[in-house]
């Protein structure tokens, strides 16, 4: 399997892939002053690092100079030999985003009842990686028509096709024309 990782800049007019290697960056630092240094001043840019079938990561540098950072999987990402730039972002497990379900007193009783003849009925489906943690800042595009929740639902709906949340997110925030086109 392999990683695409590409530096996409916007300066106002839309994005535009830039000719910088990720690989070249030692930690977030790095990273982010080689974003800084292609977007301009008043630009903004993002990162996007993918491991085909595994899980991606997302370094977004906002025109205020805040930094963003998403991984899908933290655990994947640990493993991988971009590591040491998202070292301060592998323990960020999720917290605030994490949705407690609603409470409906009373209905488990009904429930468990019909979950009891529904599980004879059930084929059990394999699901891809299922204790996979995602962590960083999922508001990474909340601005941009990406809120928090979608994103985590995009990543654990669709786990082992990262390319296809990263398209999701492209597709919102105006980036996904550029991205495809450097594949």
Known sequence: ?????????DSGDGF???????????DLDDLVDMMRSAAGDDGEAVAVIEHEDEWFGLVRLCRNNE????LSDLAAAEASPFA?????FLDSR???YDAEPEEDFGAEEDEAA???????????MLEFDADAEWGGDADIYSD?????????????????????????V????????QLEAAR
């Open 16 to 26: 535009r892939a830039l000719d910088v290697d990720v690989r070249d960056a030692n």
């Open 67 to 70: 930094v963003k950072v998403f």
């Open 84 to 88: 040491e730039i998202f070292a301060d």
């Open 1 to 9: 399997m392999s990683y695409f990782t590409e530096i996409l800049a």
């Open 170 to 177: 492209g597709e919102t925030v105006g980036f996904a024309d």
């Open 94 to 96: 999720p917290d605030a």
């Open 114 to 124: 019909v979950d009891e003849e529904d599980d004879e009925d059930e084929v059990e």
């Open 144 to 168: 941009c028509g990406v809120p928090a929740a979608t994103l985590i639902d995009q990543v654990e709906s669709y786990r082992s096709d990262p390319a296809r949340v990263v398209a999701h």
